[in-house]
């Protein structure tokens, strides 16, 4: 960390503190100038390690690609990696005879290109099953989409009472997510103590077992597990995985990423055809995800197959409470002759599969590489410009517009760095070039609040999405530690839902508050979220210190005819002794933030109602009925600070 400081710092003061205090969810990728400039010296760091345990596998398989590597600081952790696997580096792989790659579950079978070289046109032409006749029977329900009222903790009293007897498997994302389920849970298994736990499971009775983030690579067949839950969205580990999610969010390939995964878990407990098991999919942002209409057409038709059928035996009950949706679940725990014949005469019908699907930029890219470890970067120049041509979405081409950049790097850093500016505009989550970027003044949209908020929910079709999606949202909106960074962009995402203007100037330039709201007549929110402070007795230095800074930016930044209110997200409105708080500091507490759910809550159910969020008079009553309008807003869900 030290060699690589000075990099660091200049693409975040405050986000590089966070990396050197071992924050959780603080994670910076290294400039790919800076490793090439220093690869000789962060190689004699390494070398002498070459043969301790944590390196003594992966070092031979890349140290002749470290200068092509992606390195990443976080959390008390380094990682190094390059961004498509060496696999010539095991012989006995690349010179096998045959490989046959085996999966139920690809929504894009590019990894198979990427990961393992193999030939795009054979991975296109997959050899299926006839039909999915020797799959078992999976009523898939989706209980917050019948009902957006129905509560997470109403669905683990279900599990509970059931867990007496049937073995219930609850998989979910992270360690921190775990603990929601400890009062219920008989046991909890991470990867030291999963094999023990699935043995136990398939032996006999145990109650209710918790996986943390194992959604592949377990057989749970038969009464090892009747009714299987997956809570919330899959989220990925190590921290180059981390700062991919971030610069693909919202992307068509995040998209894919998360169904498979999703779509893997499901299959845990369905191992034969002889295997019957109900799924409950759970929590508002993985509701809202698979009630994307891009999304169900990721899934197997098997799966698709399935969720509509949950789709369809659960119409009449839409709406209604959680104990209609008991009778549902026990047609299928009892085995109902007619259920079962429904449910396998549904899986017999799908549709055919579609043919393998890859990716072009994946083809493009893994080419690229290739050619880059042989030093034909002009080469991988080459292809990795056709990649960033085959995609569209924006976010994505500027995604793979930094890995041009990085092949340019090596024969024209001066254009690798324009590359990399185009990049960043495209996607601010991406590395920021040597000179930085403009920052761009937010402005309020055009006309009311309240039309600026109709504009925000033209993407909703119905009532129940634009619930789903506000639940979504509220669900972010939590404390801990765990989910900070998840927290700020839901704050982004508010403002915007509210109908102000709404950006993170920290997130996007790399200087500035979390978040910077514009409420129109020139007056603007500046907000610092430390929503992880929750064991905090009162606000520390650090972060008084911060706000502070964050209203000196804003006045650089703004002319005087701008005015600011400095707001912090934090659980104490006293700064310790050492510390001083900005005279005009507002907190939004525990007791606010609940607050402002409520009323965010009341809000959505009063403009849901005949497609009220279109109409903007409606949408500017309900704004001003429930104190969310700019001029009530800090009065309504902030106290002084002292």
């Not at 997956?230 to 989220?235: A, C, Q, S």
């Amino acid at each position: 960390m030290e060699l690589f400081a000075d990099d660091l710092e200049q693409q975040s003061e405050q986000l590089f503190l966070d990396v050197q205090a071992d924050d959780p969810t603080a994670v910076m990728s290294v400039p790919f100038w800076a490793w090439e400039r220093k690869i000789k010296q962060a190689t004699a760091i390494l070398h002498p390690h070459r043969k301790d345990d944590i390196l003594q596998w992966p070092w031979p398989l890349i140290r002749d690609v470290l200068p092509l590597c992606q390195v990443a600081f976080g959390g008390g952790h380094l990682e190094i990696a390059p961004r498509y696997l060496p696999i010539d580096n095991i012989p006995a792989f690349t010179d096998a005879t045959r490989h046959i790659y085996m999966t139920a579950t690809l929504a894009d079978d590019g990894i198979l290109v990427s990961h393992f070289q193999a030939d795009p046109d054979e991975v296109l032409h997959p050899i299926r099953p006839k039909s999915g006749g020797d799959i078992g029977d999976r009523m898939i329900l989706a209980p917050q989409e019948i009902n957006p009222d129905i509560t997470v903790d109403e669905i683990k009293d279900l599990a509970l009472r059931r867990s007496k007897d049937v073995n219930v498997c609850v998989i979910v994302p992270s360690r921190a997510r775990a603990k929601y389920w400890d009062d219920v849970a008989s046991q909890t298994l991470d990867k030291d103590s999963i094999e023990a736990g699935t043995e136990r499971l398939r032996q006999g009775h145990v109650g209710i077992t918790v996986f943390i983030n194992k959604y592949d690579g377990v057989d749970l067949p038969a009464e090892a597990c009747e009714i299987l839950i997956i809570d919330g969205l899959p989220e990925v580990e190590g921290l180059l995985a981390r700062t991919e999610q971030l610069a693909l969010n919202e992307t068509r390939r995040q998209l894919v990423r998360q169904i498979q995964r999703i779509e893997q878990g499901m299959g845990r407990g369905v191992r034969s055809s002889e295997d019957h098991c109900v799924v409950l999919l759970i929590g508002s942002r993985l509701t809202q995800r698979i009630h994307n209409p891009e999304a169900w057409s990721l899934f197997s038709p098997a799966t698709r197959a399935q969720l509509a059928l949950g789709k369809e035996i659960t119409e009449q009950i839409r709406g209604k409470p959680l104990g209609d949706l008991e009778a549902v679940i026990d047609l299928c725990l009892s085995e109902d002759e007619d259920w079962v014949d429904t449910s396998k005469s549904a899986i017999v019908n799908a549709d055919e599969a579609e043919p393998g699907h890859v990716e072009p930029s994946t083809i493009f890219l893994r080419k690229a590489f290739d050619a880059a470890r042989l030093k034909r970067f002009d080469k991988a120049k080459e292809l990795a410009q056709n990649a960033v041509s085959s995609v569209t979405e924006r976010r994505a081409k500027g995604y793979l517009k930094q890995q041009l950049a990085e092949y340019v790097h090596h024969i024209n850093p001066s254009q690798a760095q324009e590359i990399q500016l185009s990049a960043v505009e495209m996607n601010r989550a991406l590395i920021r070039p040597i000179q930085g970027i403009t920052y761009s003044k937010l402005q309020m949209p055009k006309g009311s609040q309240a039309a600026a908020a109709v504009k925000a929910m033209e993407r909703h079709l119905e009532k129940n999405e634009l619930i789903l999606w506000v639940n979504s949202l509220i669900e972010v909106l939590a404390w801990g530690e765990a989910n900070s960074k998840r927290f700020e962009r839901a704050m982004r995402d508010l403002g915007t839902f509210l109908g102000f203007g709404s950006q993170m100037p920290e997130d996007d330039y790399g200087k500035g508050p979390d978040n910077l709201w514009s409420l129109g007549g020139l007056e603007y929110l500046v907000i610092e979220c430390k929503s992880g402070a929750t064991g905090a007795k009162t606000i520390n230095k650090h972060d008084c210190n911060q706000l502070t800074g964050s209203m000196a930016w804003f006045g650089k930044q703004y002319d005087k005819s701008c005015s600011a209110t400095p707001i912090m997200v934090h659980p104490k409105i006293n700064p310790e002794n050492a510390a001083t708080l900005h005279p005009d500091a507002r907190i939004i507490t525990v007791e606010k933030l609940d607050k402002l759910i409520e009323s965010l809550r009341g809000y959505v159910r009063a403009i849901g109602g005949e497609n009220g969020y279109t109409d903007e008079k409606i949408v500017a009553r309900q704004l001003r009925d429930f104190g969310l309008t700019a001029e009530a807003f800090v009065r309504n869900f902030t106290v002084k600070g002292k």
